[in-house]
T-cell receptor, first 115, second 113 residues
Framework: AQKITQTQPGMFVQEKEAVTLDCTYD???????LFWYKQPSSGEMIFLIY??????QNATEGRYSLNFQKARKSANLVISASQLGDSAMYFC????????????FGAGTRLFVKA | NAGVMQNPRHLVRRRGQEARLRCSPM?????VYWYRQLPEEGLKFMVY????????ESGMPKERFSAEFPKEGPSILRIQQVVRGDSAAYFC???????????FGPGTRLTVL
């Protein structure tokens, strides 16, 4: 069975500092994709970054980077130079690329950026 | 290119009524996914559809819920005889291919009185 675990219900970070949001996963699929989404208080889901299980390099998108450690089954999101607008819920998600088509989401981490 | 459209954005129903939620995928996207988000929880997969076909409905409740994605028009998530426990945000996502990134709509917030 597939599972996503986000162990941090809430995190605080000072503006302009970096923060790491943890995500571990479990799957039996040999090929899979890992995603991070941001959900601000307005409620929409905003795609941030994607990592394929066979990608050799960690994904980066602007201030977002994904620290992918396949052997440890972790896919932590690193946000550099935090901004007040980064305050939101962050969800880690995974989809197997063989067999089933479901994307499963973690419970989320609420990030608070302090001025 | 407009994003994924969902309507209505907010829907209020009384217990026992029917709720119809609509999703228009991005242009050129033929894969549609529906998710439900309860308050303070992550999204839970409900159903995955391609045009005129249900591919995976393993996350759909066995009763009262149905989904379709006709050849023409939006995808519809239908909830019959709603109960208070159906109150949630329902998100639709679309992708051009199955393994691609999914683009989410703004969601429909259903409140059952």
């Amino acid at each position: 069975a597939q599972k996503i675990t986000q162990t941090q219900p809430g995190m605080f970070v000072q503006e302009k500092e970096a923060v790491t949001l943890d995500c571990t996963y479990d799957t039996s699929d040999p090929s899979y994709g890992l995603f991070w989404y941001k959900q601000p208080s307005s409620g929409e889901m905003i795609f941030l970054i994607y990592q394929g299980s066979y990608d050799q390099q960690n994904a980066t998108e602007g201030r977002y980077s994904l620290n992918f450690q396949k052997a440890r089954k972790s896919a932590n999101l690193v946000i550099s130079a935090s901004q007040l607008g980064d305050s939101a819920m962050y969800f880690c998600a995974m989809r197997g690329n063989t067999g089933g088509f479901k994307t499963i989401f973690g419970a989320g981490t609420r990030l608070f950026v302090k001025a | 290119n407009a994003g994924v459209m969902q309507n209505p954005r907010h829907l209020v129903r009384r217990r026992g009524q029917e709720a119809r939620l609509r999703c228009s995928p991005m242009k050129g996207h033929s894969h549609v996914y529906w998710y439900r988000q309860l308050p303070e929880e992550g999204l839970k997969f409900m159903v995955y559809l391609q045009k005129e076909n249900i591919i995976d409905e393993s996350g759909m409740p066995k009763e009262r819920f149905s989904a379709e994605f006709p050849k023409e028009g939006p995808s519809i998530l239908r909830i019959q005889q709603v109960v208070r426990g159906d109150s949630a945000a329902y998100f639709c996502a679309s992708s051009p291919l199955r393994a691609d990134e999914q683009f989410f709509g703004p969601g429909t917030r259903l409140t059952v009185l």
